[in-house]
């Protein structure tokens, strides 16, 4: 679930007053401006940068995760919701996950996606 915090204020179904969407958009980014945002499946909310290394996190409560997914179209929310029932991203407390998450919480990308020096 990537998503470029920029166009979050776009999404009509999230709250542009919203102080998580005011917390994820100050996180710290990647500063060349060609990393990304993602809300892993364990619950917490990680800025890569191009390189895929996480820049900065913030576990998300059950209640912000709700929340976060709102920033999401309805037909991508709806395939994703039922996964993230009941999880808690505070309960990741192994630094090493937080900053090197395991492949399967990692963003899946097309191969050729983001290219532009063809």
Request: glycine share 6%; with cysteine; charged share 30%.
């Amino acid at each position: 679930m990537s998503v470029e915090l920029d166009q979050m204020a776009e999404n009509p179904s999230c709250a542009n007053n919203s102080a998580l969407l005011s917390t994820l958009k100050s996180l710290p980014r990647d500063p060349s401006g060609l990393g990304f945002s993602h809300l892993g499946m364990d619950g917490v909310w990680r800025t890569f940068d191009r390189a895929g290394n996480v820049v900065s996190y913030l576990a998300l409560s059950p209640e912000e995760i709700k929340e976060a997914l709102n920033i999401f179209p309805k037909s991508f929310r709806e395939n994703i919701e039922k996964r993230l029932d009941g999880v808690d991203g505070r309960n990741v407390t192994d630094i090493e996950q937080l900053l090197h998450p395991r492949e399967d919480l990692l963003p899946k990308f097309e191969e050729n996606e983001g290219e532009t020096d063809k």
